[in-house]
Structure formats: structure tokens, C-alpha cells
DNA sequence: TCTCTTAGATAGTGCCACTGTTCAATTTAG
DNA sequence: CTAAATTGAACAGTGGCACTATCTAAGAGA
């Protein structure tokens, strides 16, 4: 197919298209002659795994060449491709760096899971930084007090890293271990607010205005407003 | 204290700060003279809490101004603070639009989990989403094989609704709800991930080449590179 | 032949989160 | 009292990023 052909399957505009074909993310197509290049359904996968790295995981287009690159490298280990993808993760909204303290807390806290990772991974330093936040709002970091979300954090590694397709083509497996660390992650999130509000829902608001009831005037519960894109000039006086 | 002192403090520059109280993001200080006004540990906390929400969250600045709205609203339950909270997270990075057999299957999903949340939530909307680029990938997304991941997600989302100090000053608790739902939703993201290094490490890489090894060379497991900034020019050729 | 599409190169746009600049009114150190 | 520094307010400017638009020459297709 021709690259208008590629937009169109892809729903992407032609000149994106050309956008990542610059930026090295999409291979280029077979050229059929000077003003014309064939592309193939690969390329389609490949603008679907883009998007997915884009818009789920919200990398950088710099970044996406990086996790892209580690896909296609045949040589490259599949463990050592997961460990490029969860830097990319990982790493998306790095801007600040983690204290010495929060390290060292980072590192207790693994080894007292008893999680060994290699001893350069750049997964120490994003940990660091999310229990500096925590030790800021006074709540506790150590491994007892975070325990349950190890654990549910384990259970779910588990079932993923079962789910990797080893004896498929690598190319397969590469495509499945990038989309999967990605887009796992996000149906994660999501599933953990859903349950909070479920949770919620069934503790606080569950017995005074249960779904049947006709009319309960204060809409307690009802998601005020889905986040409008200016508001200002609502704040108090505080102290 | 002045607004130096709170710049200081707080470790953000001036023009920064001012920048938020033009937003209305953090409200103005206690005015001492035409020029002069006095801040207080609150708004310290308030900073922390509104660059928690930029950074962690990664909200844009106008969404982190709705959800302070509502932390400061004494009218708002608690309930729906979390509900204004999980939209915020969850439509953060909103661009595409959900399929509507997403959200159908979404539903679907919700009431095999047996899980009830308001008929309008925008977490179905979100969630939605997340299962079209399963989908898309071939992924089941019935509740049977996502099972996994709910009751990891429905666990953690139990001991966060435990762990808000409902008999705590609202003030209190409405910033622990805000910033709770983000950051050990943070959390949550960065122990899986460091669990999947682990795991993959004990099962894949650790008969191999365990720490102790003296010259494995082939530099098995080592993150390849932290992400540069720029890396052009890597890509197959493909078909 | 005449019109349409393409590849490739280059420049421009729009959004967003700051950041810097200017000004007048103080405050503060000496 | 004076000179230097600080402040709040208004507003323009900057830099990063992901596209998006324009232009040109060269085929393709009817």
C-alpha cells in the first residue's frame, strides 16, 4: 500500500506518518521508484505500537526510538529489552532526582522484599523518588507498612512475565514484552481507581443512597465535573 | 514569612510561585503592606501538595487547580473529592476516545468483578480505553483473564480506603485522599515494575549469571542506556 | 498529455509551563 | 535619612515538544 493507504488503516494523518518515518520510528517503506514506497502491514503494527507507547505510556517520541530500537535489535536478550522498556516507563516524567536518603530507603526496602535487581537499574532511583514524596506527607516506607502493594505489585509481575510468548518468534515476543509493560500497567491503574471507587461506594455511600433510591437531592457522589480546562480564582485564605 | 523565604523553603523558584498564585493555585498571603505579604506553613504544604499532583501525576496545571478547589471546598464530601481526584489521574492524559464496544466491555468487566461505581463515573470511559489497545493487540479482556489484575488492583484499593483518616479534620483528610490516590498509585506502577525485574531475574537470568560471577561478557541484564535524548537513524528495514 | 500522488526537505504552529522584565511602593541596613 | 534590596502586580517572552503545513521535483495513472 501506498502511504496515503497507511493514513488512512492507521487513522493517522499522512504527514505524521512522515513525522515518524523522519524521526526514524517507522522504517521506511520498499521503494518502488523514486516518488514511491510500498508499505506493508508491518508498518501498520508498527504505527499501532507507537501510538500505544505514545499515548498510553505517554514516552517521548526520542524515547519510543529507544524502546523501539531495543525491539528490533535481534541480538538483544528479551530480558535485557524489558529492562530498556521499564527505563522508558519508568523514567517518562523524570525531572527531579530522588534524595541519598530516598535511595537508601529504596534499597532497604527491596532487600527486605527479598527483590533482587541488578545493581545499576534505574528502577532504585524512580522507587527513591516516589517514597521521598511519601516521607514528605509523613507516611511510613518501610516494607511492612508498604507490604500490600508489593504484594499485589508481585502477583501481577508474575502473571505477566508468564504471559511472554518465549518460544514465539522474537519479534513477537519483543512487540508483546514492550506493548505488555506498558499497557498492563495502565489497566492496572485504572482497574485501582475503579476499585477504589467500588470500594468506597460500598463502604460510605453504599447504605444511605443506594442506586434504587428516587431522589437523593445532595448528589453525593457524582463526579462534580469532568475536569473543565480553565478554573480559576477558587481558592480560600488559609493561614 | 516573605516570599523569598517560602521560595527557599520550598526549593521552587519565585517566579514560579508567583506564577501559582496568579493561577490560583495557592491562595495569597496574609498582606502586610501594599508590598509585602505573610505566608505560612500551609502554604508550604500546599506547594508540596500542588507539585506532588505536577510531578507524580504529572497533571496539567489547570486540573491540579480543580482538584485543590475541591480539597478546599468544606461542602464537598470526601467521597466525591476522591471522585473529582480519580478523574483528574485518570483523564490526565485524555486525547483519543474509547470504541464503544470498549465501553461496553468495560461494563461487562465491572459486573463480573461485581464491582458498582456511579453510572456516569469517567472511569469506565478510561478503562474502556485501556481494553481497545488490549484488544488491538489480540489480548483477551474478559474478567476471567484480567482476574489477576483486579484482585491485585481491588486488595491495594481496600487498605487505601482503610488507610484515610476519615475521623481526621476534613483539611486533613481530603489532602491525604488527593495526594494518596496519586502517589501510591505511583507506587503501585514502580513495585511492579521493579517486581518484574526481579522476577525475570530469578527465573530467566539467575542460574546463569548470578552477581557473584567474575567476567559474564556478554553483559547479560545491564539496561543497555538510561534513554538518551536523541537516537536517530536505528531502524530495520521491515517488509 | 494532463492531473494526481508521492517522497523528501524545510519551516511553521500551537500548547503549555514556566521565566524574565518593568514599575512603583516600600522595607531595611547603615 | 539615604541607598540598596525586596516585593507584588501585570504582562511579555522563552523553550520544549509533537506535530502540521508548504514546497518542489519526480513519477503514476487515465
Known amino acids: 500500500m501506498r502511504i496515503s493507504e497507511l493514513a488512512r488503516q492507521s487513522g493517522l494523518p499522512v504527514a505524521t506518518i512522515k513525522f ?3 524521526e526514524g520510528l517507522l522504517p521506511p517503506g520498499a521503494p518502488v521508484s523514486r516518488t514511491q514506497a510500498e508499505y506493508s502491514d508491518a508498518h ?3 504505527l499501532r505500537l507507537i501510538r ?3 499515548d498510553i505510556a505517554d514516552l517521548p517520541v526520542a524515547t519510543v526510538g529507544t524502546v523501539l530500537a531495543a525491539v528490533d535489535d535481534e541480538e538483544l536478550p528479551l530480558l535485557d529489552l524489558l529492562g530498556v522498556t521499564q527505563t522508558a516507563v519508568a523514567g517518562a516524567k523524570t525531572s527531579a532526582s530522588a534524595s541519598e536518603v530516598g535511595v537508601e530507603l529504596a534499597g532497604q526496602l527491596l532487600a527486605d522484599l527479598d527483590w533482587t535487581l541488578t545493581t545499576d537499574s534505574p528502577l532504585v532511583e524512580s522507587l527513591a523518588r516516589v517514597l521521598d514524596v511519601l516521607r514528605g506527607e509523613g507516611e511510613p516506607v518501610d516494607a511492612e507498612s508498604l507490604r500490600p502493594w508489593a504484594d499485589a505489585a508481585r502477583a501481577v509481575a508474575e502473571v505477566e512475565m508468564d504471559h511472554i510468548p518465549v518460544e514465539a518468534p522474537r519479534a513477537e515476543a519483543a512487540h508483546t514484552v514492550a ?4 499497557i498492563y500497567g495502565e489497566l492496572l491503574a485504572q ?3 475503579a476499585a477504589q471507587e467500588a470500594v468506597s ?3 460510605f455511600g453504599g447504605e444511605a443512597e443506594p442506586v434504587e433510591e ?3 437531592k445532595r448528589s453525593r457522589r457524582a463526579h462534580p465535573e469532568p475536569a473543565p480546562k ?3 480564582g477558587q481558592q480560600p485564605e488559609s493561614a
Chains 1, 2 share one sequence.
Open 20 to 22: 515518524y518515518l523522519r
Open 44 to 46: 501498520l503494527e508498527r
Open 52 to 54: 500505544a507507547l505514545r
Open 179 to 182: 506493548v505488555g509493560t506498558v
Open 191 to 193: 482497574l485501582r481507581l
Open 201 to 203: 461506594l460500598a463502604r
Open 214 to 216: 428516587p431522589a437523593p
Open 230 to 232: 480553565r478554573s480559576r
